[in-house]
């Protein structure tokens, strides 16, 4: 039995299928994976552009960098990874996805239960009184009217993507969810991510500790590989996802899966 057939043997056997989703999975929507060389943090200090404090501090320098990372998330467009994941929650089988992904990609895909570990830029706050706008909206009318960068129209505080920075804590309610997640599943999709980030990396070893299968999906072997995964299938999700969805589908049509 090949990787694609087991894991959608595994899949379609399922009682309760969750994923868990990097930025691997949005690279072939043209959205580069920020670590990557020639990526956001090869050109920006992290701590100097996306600290929380740096943004507190210095507003306008930090909005030269999300400015770049607004107009490449905004112009991305799902792939055929987020559509597979999505035809796979209309099928009943993954129940939520847990992204550390910013981008909303997996929403305009079709998924419905996402847990966004990290945020959503495509919305902005003031962290003056808790107001939030439309990104695309609002980056836009600022634009015409030569505001730069976007600022609160109650109290015209520079506004801040509503998305984690570092130096600040995930958002309860995402963290509390994810681990119910994890906790209930029986397999976890494990898609695009190094699973280096602390604590969405925890998510599979939770997943695994409670009985769950660990399937990964990446395109090279990362820190679960070997220790976590029970399979790896290594490739781009875009080319792999929808295989495996093929499959189920086939499983689930009738017969004895057999082929």
Known sequence: MNDVEQAARLLADSRWSIALTGAGISVDSGIPDFRSPGGLWD????????????????????????????????????NAGHYALAELEQMEIIKAVITQNIDSLHQLAGSQEVIEFHGNSRKLVCLACGAKYNAEKMTELMREKGIWPPVCEKDNRVLKPDVVFFGEPI???????????????????????????????????????????????????????????????????????????ARVRELRGGGDGRA
Not at 57 to 76: C, F, N, Q
Request: hydrophobic share 45%; glycine share 4%; aromatic share 6%.
């Open 43 to 78: 050109r920006f200090d992290p701590f100097e552009y996306a600290h929380i404090d740096a943004f507190l501090s210095h507003p306008e320098k930090v909005w030269t960098m999300l400015r770049e990372m607004h107009d490449v998330i905004h112009s991305a467009k799902p």
């Open 171 to 245: 958002p309860y309610e995402a963290s509390v969810q994810a681990q119910k997640q994890a906790r209930e599943c029986d397999v976890i999709l494990v898609v695009g991510t190094s699973a280096m980030v602390f604590p969405a990396s925890g998510i599979p070893m939770l997943a695994r500790q409670t009985g769950a299968t660990v399937v990964e999906i990446n395109k090279t072997a990362t820190a679960l590989t070997d220790s976590v995964a029970h399979l790896s299938l290594h490739g781009s999700s875009t080319e792999i996802l929808p295989q495996v969805v």
